[in-house]
């Protein structure tokens, strides 16, 4: 099921800063069926963690390097603990093998892309499938998430590559030009542009704003397999099925440096993010590091015992965000100004957004300073009671999301409020917990909310019977000038 020479197809990722002044590592999957764990400074494997019987075909890591994901024949995406190599999920649904696999950037998610013609896109708390998206003619070989979380790109093994909104689960471009299978696709820094990578032996950048290719690069010889930009967004480096990897210029397609030193092809190359080390995966077994300003191997990394399909630094980024409030329990009313807050290193600007559906859809708030690290935020009209906020640095590269959902109320009284003993309790109800009839006696003309301040009904003073057999059990708030009363519908 490989699309490469000798039947092989080959992916790999990048997400660190390599430097002497800390550990360095990485994760690779191989054709062996295992996920190891490599120290760079020493070119030892700290932990082999076993994904099935062969053909791991990905692999990625969160952006905190705290956990991993890797995908393969057995047809699952599996989730890992690093520190101790725990294995926490297996996310199942596929019919047919995965290809590729990726975190979100809050690495609460993730996308994988199958043999079936499918992307799924799943919740790692609990292993569940959230959406599937459909419509594709052929298999999918490729993904890649935008940082918000809202757009995929994925390539496909009958030439073409797509752009998804998740929320909507919408097809909003087709990417056309490649002859062959697109089997590498990466956002642009800024996630206004994209590069592919094709069996066609060509680069192809690509502008999202209206799906037309900027430039073609063909510096290779045989099929490309991965690609990656360069953290500044003006370079390429790209691995090849000609046992080369290529560091080219976007601006004019010119090939900077090549790096030569694997005896089979490659298995994909990434870039380090700080710009200065690359590292690459091929079928001769090996895993090599590079350093890019001079074409150097550092090390070469041995002991998987097939073609290592996939591998990918592990270093936590120096920037970080923390959202301090709202972050789960919190009921604002609609109308309130309340004090969004966080904790932040190394970030000047953060974006703001929330979502009323548990972290389906989100709205933006706003664009500000990260410091002072609070925001003034006049809670709209949206009454729900899965609130969430994200804040993310202004590329979305990194970002943290409320631990647990919120509310917002529409009337202005908290869930606290008709517990108060010094209000008066003119009204008159019974049965109470009731069921499917509720009687009252009003004093005057009333309202009945839910807890989510929505109202219910109106009613005139004077004693009524309620059919309540449609209303969902809970607690209902009856309000009447002054006078409340908490009333309880049970089944």
């Not at 004090?339 to 929330?354: L, S």
């Amino acid at each position: 099921m490989k699309m490469l020479l000798l039947s092989l197809i080959f992916s790999i990722s990048l997400s660190s800063v390599l430097n002497a002044e800390q550990p360095s590592f990485a994760i690779s999957g191989s054709d062996d069926g295992t996920v190891k764990y490599w120290d760079l400074n020493t070119g030892e494997c700290i932990r082999t963690m076993v994904h099935c019987e062969r053909y791991v075909d990905e692999v990625d890591v969160s952006n905190d390097c705290l956990y991993a994901l890797s995908c393969g024949y057995d047809m699952n995406v599996k989730y890992w603990r690093l520190p101790d190599g725990a294995l926490l999920q297996t996310l199942s649904g596929h019919t047919y093998e995965p290809n590729t696999c990726v975190f979100s950037s809050n690495g609460r998610y993730a996308l994988s892309g199958a043999w079936d013609n499918t992307i799924k896109y799943w919740r790692l708390s609990d292993g569940v499938c959230l959406k599937t998206l459909t419509g594709y003619p052929d298999a999918v070989m490729s993904v890649d998430i935008s940082g918000d979380g809202i757009y995929v790109l994925s390539g496909e093994r009958g030439m073409f590559a797509r752009y998804w909104d998740i929320p909507s689960e919408t097809c909003l471009m087709v990417l056309r030009g490649h002859d062959l299978s697109v089997n590498s696709i990466v956002f642009s820094p800024d996630y206004r542009y994209a590069l592919t990578g094709s069996v066609d032996r060509s680069i192809k950048y690509w502008n999202l704003a209206d799906s037309s290719c900027i430039r073609t690069i063909n510096v290779h010889s045989s099929p490309v397999y991965s690609v990656r930009f360069s953290p500044d967004g003006n370079f390429v480096l790209s691995g090849s099925s000609d046992k080369t990897m290529k560091y080219s210029r976007l601006s004019d397609g010119v090939c900077m440096m090549v790096f030569e030193g694997h005896s089979y092809g490659l298995a994909g190359v990434d870039i380090s993010s700080d710009g200065e080390y690359a590292i690459s995966a091929s079928a001769d077994w090996n895993i090599k590091l590079w350093k890019i300003s001079d074409g150097t191997c550092i090390r070469t990394l041995t002991g998987h015992s097939a073609t290592v399909q996939s591998v990918i630094f592990c270093q936590s980024s120096s920037k970080s965000i923390k959202v301090i409030s709202p972050n789960g329990g919190e009921n604002w009313t609609v109308g309130s100004v309340q004090q969004i807050e966080w904790e932040c290193a190394n970030i000047d600007t953060v974006k703001i957004r929330y979502s009323i559906d548990g972290g389906s859809i989100w709205t933006d708030i706003a664009e500000v300073p990260a410091n002072p690290a609070s925001y003034s935020w006049t809670v709209p009209n949206t009454p729900s009671e899965q609130c969430l906020v994200d804040i993310s640095d202004k590329h979305n590269s990194t970002t943290d999301c409320s631990d647990n959902c919120f509310t917002i109320s529409r009337v202005g009284f908290s869930k606290e409020w008709h517990f108060n003993k010094s209000t008066p309790e003119k009204i008159i109800a019974y049965p109470c917990p009731f069921k499917n009839n509720l009687s009252l006696s009003l004093p005057e003309n009333a309202y009945i909310f839910n807890t989510l301040g929505q109202r219910i009904v109106s009613l005139p003073k004077g004693k009524h019977s309620i059919d309540t057999s449609k209303w969902r059990e809970g607690v209902y708030i009856v309000k009447s000038g002054k006078d409340c009363k908490r009333v309880v519908k049970v089944n």
